[in-house]
């Protein structure tokens, strides 16, 4: 998707091994978020930041941390990964309230 | 609690046809109702999306219709062709907050030629 960026696209890892996600844009939007897809419960919102250094909670944010030190970054990390955090995740911008934006996803499993 | 529901899981379609897909919510501070379309593999993308000062919103072949007092809103897909094949979500937004989108669990959409 045009101005948004998710890396890895795909990610196999151990259970307990730290993994760190990251949503890279080119929008200059203040507002970035972190969503976890799995099937049966669309899409939940970990966590979210409304500017560089400013997060707060989500829905489902327990086992996961995230950092924001530029404006254009937003990293989530699973601190120690368990097979219950295998998904796919999302990540959003949006430059106000409205008009959300989604990156093309990555597809993690723990093993 | 799940804030927005979503109904049907799944829905088959014949070509030509109208698909609907419709959603309810239970906080009255939600003030912006996105639908989104999925394909496989692919991100969700902003299909349409409607204030509640209005109470229905029409692009083209898709038109949501809203019912503040009832706190549901659908999706109309009017010709459902093939490529209209994909998942759709419900969402739903306390604008003021900008604290994330709320959605439903999705419907797959199916659309036999």
């Known amino acids: 998707d045009a101005g948004i960026t998710q890396s890895p696209r795909h990610k196999v890892t151990e259970t307990g091994t730290p993994v760190t996600l990251r949503c890279h844009q080119t929008e200059n939007h203040r507002y970035m978020y972190w969503y976890r897809q799995d099937p049966g419960h669309g899409l939940r919102l970990i966590h979210y930041?409304?500017?560089?250094?400013?997060?707060d909670k989500g829905e489902v944010s327990d086992g996961y941390s995230v950092s924001r030190s530029k404006t254009e970054d937003f990293l989530l990390t699973l601190e120690s990964a368990t097979s219950s955090q295998t998904s796919v995740y999302f990540c959003?911008?949006?430059?106000?309230?409205?008009?959300?934006?989604f990156g093309s996803g990555t597809r993690l499993t723990v093993v | 609690q799940q804030q927005v529901k979503q109904s049907p899981q799944s829905l088959i379609v014949q070509k030509g046809g109208i698909s609907i897909i419709n959603c309810a919510y239970e906080?009255?501070?939600?003030?912006?109702f996105p639908w989104y379309q999925q394909f496989p593999g692919k991100g969700p993308a902003l299909l349409i999306a409607?204030?509640?000062?209005?109470s229905e919103k029409k692009e083209g072949r898709f038109t949501i219709s809203f019912n503040k007092s009832a706190k549901q809103f659908s999706l109309h897909i009017m010709d459902s062709q093939p490529g209209d094949s994909a998942t759709y979500f419900c969402a739903a937004s306390n604008g003021g907050g900008a604290d994330g989108l709320t959605f439903g669990k999705g419907t797959h959409l199916i659309i036999q030629p």
């Open positions: 906080n009255t501070a939600f003030d912006y």
């Open positions: 930041s409304y500017g560089v250094k400013d997060t």
């Open positions: 959003a911008i949006s430059q106000g309230a409205y008009g959300y934006t």
């Open positions: 409607i204030r509640p000062d209005v």
